[in-house]
Every structure is written in structure tokens, then in C-alpha cells.
């Protein structure tokens, strides 16, 4: 198991933003999450569909609907939004909460390491290599 972390002061980029940190800390894990999703690469949709969010421990869930025939991300370029994703909630005070973004699945981490054409470079470590670098951007100014 592979285990990347997100290492951005999130405290500072909501000072420069002025926004509350809960928000921040949501919104900068749903972009992380929307976008290593977007990149899992598609063949039955299972690897797409399992990616899971927890706040304070990770979602070791599987989803095993995925991958079948008519499994939902079949031939999908963007994955829906995920109701996973959506119930995933930040109440006032969790900004410091760990969030954990988790995909369970036992040839993920085979994925994330570019076996796939259709990520060659993985999904995860490029994705936060993105945003944070956006985020970064902003604190410095």
C-alpha cells in the first residue's frame, strides 16, 4: 500500500483567501478527490468507482458492484458525482480533521505506478503535485 500526503498549510492559503478553514479543507479534498477519479484509468469502471473519502480514519470499503457489464463509469471520461464523495461532510471545527481519499482495491497501487496507458504517470501523486502547487502559488503570492 502506497501512502501519498497533501502538504500544503491549508491554514495559511484560507488567511490569503479569506475563507474559514472548514472550507478550504473540503474544498481542496473534493478537488483532490474529483480529480484523481478523473484519472483512473477505465476498462471495467471497478478501479474508477472505488475511490472512497473519510474524515478521521480512512473508508477501507470495496465497492464490488463495479465492474460489471453495465457497471456505472463504463465508458464514462468523468465519473459521475460520486454520492461516496458527497457524504463525506466537514462540520464547523473539522478543518483539522485528517481526510483520507482511499481506493481499496488490490491493484490500485499498480495503477498509480503507470501501468495503465491511460495514466501513465498514476493519478494520485500527479494530482497533488497540481493542486498543490496551485495552493502554493497563492500563499506565496
Known sequence: MTTERFNVDLQKFADVT???L?????????EVYD????????????ARGNWNMGVGSPDLGEDKSFGKSTGSHIGLSTPPTSPKAKKVTLRKGQGKDILFITNNL?????LENGSS???PNGMVAV???EVEGFMKDVIRG
Do not use: W
Open 35 to 46: 480529480r484523481v477519479t478523473k484519472r483512473t484509468p477505465v476498462d471495467t469502471g471497478r
Open 22 to 30: 472548514d472550507t478550504v479543507v473540503r474544498r481542496a479534498a473534493l
Open 127 to 129: 494530482t497533488l503535485a
Open 117 to 119: 496507458t491511460q495514466a
Open 18 to 20: 479569506g475563507q474559514e
Open 106 to 110: 488490490p491493484y490500485i497501487e499498480v
